[in-house]
């Protein structure tokens, strides 16, 4: 099977969707099929194309038995709305073009960002072949939560073309239960919504003990370690993390990543002359494993708002292979998960004094936070990235054996 996937992110870039995307895309190779990735040259999140790469027209490599072909596009650092849209409108033109005379059975089309699915649809039509749509963030619902846009003719237009997108799909791949049920709700047949939820490569990441290269570079020894390891966003609410760690003399914070926000925040560091918190630049994917294990609570935090109760960040899923509790700053779906295994505690977002008790309670109670070590271990099992890509596989697959019919 010729299996076409088109993805504005992709290894090198380290972010959640190449993260997914590559490890799917590897063990679909395995399974004997030819997986062509069309995406863009690596820059995000910093708007800049990584050394070794041009921003050329096409390119052509093979990675892991994975044919990527690398598309131009307009290049702006992730900040500035109307920048940012012109980047991926630019990429579902290119990765149109490139596509349209690339052999395929079926073709996937993963969003956000959402115009990389508007790219997935037209070459449905032009190619006649069925398509998929992956649904890793309920688009445009999610820059409306973070303040990026108000509500508008704008906001109405991209409505409309998310339900047109839902409809054509072939099939629709979600990656938590709560996004099937809105978009059911919305009168798509549940039948064609099938949940495949993120996971963790237990390759790559698993428990270790911390490096004590890091350890000193950092000045972390006696210290208790929380980390937050991610997109510094406008979803992520890093200020309120900062806020409840400052006065803190025990605890040192690492804030690993990048964003549209990273600058503030260290900004922010620097004028209030905070002391124990520390940022470190995006590592690659190999490297990750080493950070998150100087960690002795990983923070997952995303800011108050009820359309974070559908998401799952992926954060929790590498951050349980490693055995690392969880504090946890995301209401619904993601409490729900960590409280079942016991992989964590929750706190209400953005609210200080729950932050605290919960930190207290994770330190304070060694048997609590031996539990949640176990039960971080019971979850990274059950959500294997391997086990994940193979349930994928099986509705594409099913995909293209009901189009022959």
């Known amino acids: 099977m010729k299996i076409l996937f088109l993805s504005d992110n992709f290894p090198p870039e380290v972010n959640a969707p190449a993260t997914r995307t590559m490890e799917h895309c590897k063990e679909w190779v395995k399974a004997g099929h030819e997986v062509t990735v069309v995406t863009c040259h690596p820059n995000y999140p910093i708007g800049k194309v990584y050394d070794g790469y041009k921003n050329s027209w096409k390119t052509k490599e093979v990675i892991d038995g994975i044919t990527v072909i690398r598309v131009w596009t307009y290049i702006t650092s992730n900040k500035g709305f109307a920048k940012r849209i012109l980047d991926y409108i630019s990429f579902s033109i290119t990765s149109f073009f490139a596509s349209l005379f690339i052999k395929c059975d079926v073709i996937v089309a993963t969003s956000p960002q959402f115009f990389t699915a508007l790219s997935g649809r037209t070459l449905h039509f032009f190619k006649r072949k069925p398509w998929i749509m992956e649904v890793r963030d309920l688009w445009p619902d999610s820059i409306k939560s973070v303040g990026a846009m108000k509500d508008g003719w704008v906001i109405r237009y991209f409505s409309k073309e998310e339900m047109w997108c839902y409809r054509s799909a072939k099939n629709i791949v979600v990656v938590t239960d709560t996004f099937k049920r809105v978009i059911s709700g919305r009168g798509i047949p549940e039948e064609k919504i099938h949940v495949i939820k993120n996971g963790s490569d237990v390759s790559l990441f698993y428990p270790r003990e911390k490096s004590p290269e890091l350890v000193k570079k950092y000045g972390l020894e ?184």
């Open 222 to 405: 006696g210290k208790r370690v929380l980390g937050y390891v991610g997109t510094i966003g406008m979803a992520h609410k890093i200020d309120f993390l900062i806020d409840c760690v400052k006065d803190l003399p025990d605890y040192k914070l690492m804030i690993l990543g990048e964003g549209a926000e990273k600058e503030h925040m260290q900004q922010k560091v620097k004028e209030e002359g905070i002391e124990n918190v520390f940022f470190v630049n995006s590592v690659p994917k190999e490297q990750v494993g080493d950070y998150i294990a100087l960690q002795d609570v990983a923070l997952v935090n995303l800011r108050r708002d009820p359309l974070f109760k559908t998401v799952l960040p992926s954060k929790i899923f590498e951050t349980a292979a490693m055995h690392i509790p969880i504090l946890l700053g995301v209401d619904g779906e993601a409490r729900e998960l960590v409280e079942h295994y016991n992989a964590g505690l929750f706190y209400e977002p953005e609210d200080k004094k729950d932050f605290l008790e919960k930190l207290n309670i994770l330190f304070g109670d060694t048997a609590i936070y031996e539990a949640c070590k176990k039960g971080c271990d019971r979850l990274a099992k059950d959500f294997d990235r391997k086990k994940l890509a193979m349930s994928m596989l099986k509705v594409i697959e099913n995909t293209v054996n009901k189009e022959k019919k």
